[in-house]
């Protein structure tokens, strides 16, 4: 079945964006079954205070909601930034068939950049990774992100407040 990468990435875009105005790390994940969305969400873990309220666990539990059923496996995750080793475990474990990313996370992914946990040779189900999609877009909201966390932190905002 062919999907448009970029409109539902795109889509991801959207709720990286909401992230952000919410003041959380700018993550966001569709789930689409058959052209449908199924799932979405944004990093929540501020909000929720909770480590693992991550765009794509969130996303992936109101997926298996839809559907009534926890094996995703003719699904396709899209996500602005590459999975954490939590979260390809994850899609691992549901069966996902498909994880589409924009851009690389080097320090902390756990897709292709440093564990390779979703095609990890002794797993029974791999799932199959395009990365790259709208990367320039994706890298953006985490770059005004990380600026803003900079600028908070920064020698003489004893005030710890953004800049305008």
Same mark, same amino acid.
């Given at each position: 079945?062919?999907?448009?990468?970029?409109? !539902?990435?795109?889509?991801?875009?959207?709720?990286?964006?909401?992230?952000?105005?919410?003041?959380?790390?700018?993550?966001?994940?569709?789930?689409?079954?058959?052209?449908?969305?199924?799932?979405?969400?944004?990093?929540?873990?501020?909000?929720?205070?909770?480590?693992?309220?991550?765009?794509?666990?969130?996303?992936?539990?109101?997926? #298996?909601? *839809?559907?009534?059923?926890?094996?995703?496996?003719?699904?396709?995750?899209?996500?602005?930034?590459?999975?954490?080793?939590?979260? #390809?475990?994850?899609?691992?474990?549901?069966?996902?068939? *498909?994880?589409?990313?924009? =851009?690389?996370?080097?320090?902390? +992914? +756990? *897709?292709?950049?440093?564990?390779?946990?979703?095609? !990890?040779?002794?797993?029974?189900?791999?799932?199959?990774?395009?990365? +790259?999609?709208?990367?320039?877009?994706?890298?953006?909201?985490?770059?005004?992100?990380?600026?803003?966390?900079?600028?908070?932190?920064?020698?003489?905002?004893? =005030?710890?407040?953004?800049?305008?």
């Amino acid at each position: 079945m062919q999907y448009d990468h970029q409109h !539902y990435m795109r889509m991801a875009l959207r709720e990286a964006e909401q992230a952000l105005a919410e003041g959380e790390v700018p993550v966001g994940a569709v789930v689409v079954h058959e052209q449908r969305v199924i799932g979405r969400a944004h990093n929540q873990v501020e909000r929720l205070r909770d480590a693992t309220a991550h765009a794509e666990m969130i996303a992936l539990t109101q997926a #298996a909601a *839809t559907l009534g059923d926890w094996r995703l496996d003719a699904c396709t995750l899209y996500v602005t930034l590459e999975p954490c080793a939590m979260c #390809a475990g994850a899609l691992v474990q549901c069966r996902v068939a *498909t994880v589409v990313f924009g =851009a690389r996370d080097w320090p902390q +992914g +756990g *897709t292709l950049s440093n564990f390779g946990i979703v095609q !990890y040779p002794k797993n029974i189900h791999k799932v199959a990774v395009i990365e +790259g999609v709208l990367e320039e877009e994706c890298k953006a909201l985490l770059q005004i992100f990380f600026a803003r966390v900079r600028a908070r932190r920064a020698p003489g905002n004893e =005030a710890g407040t953004e800049p305008r």
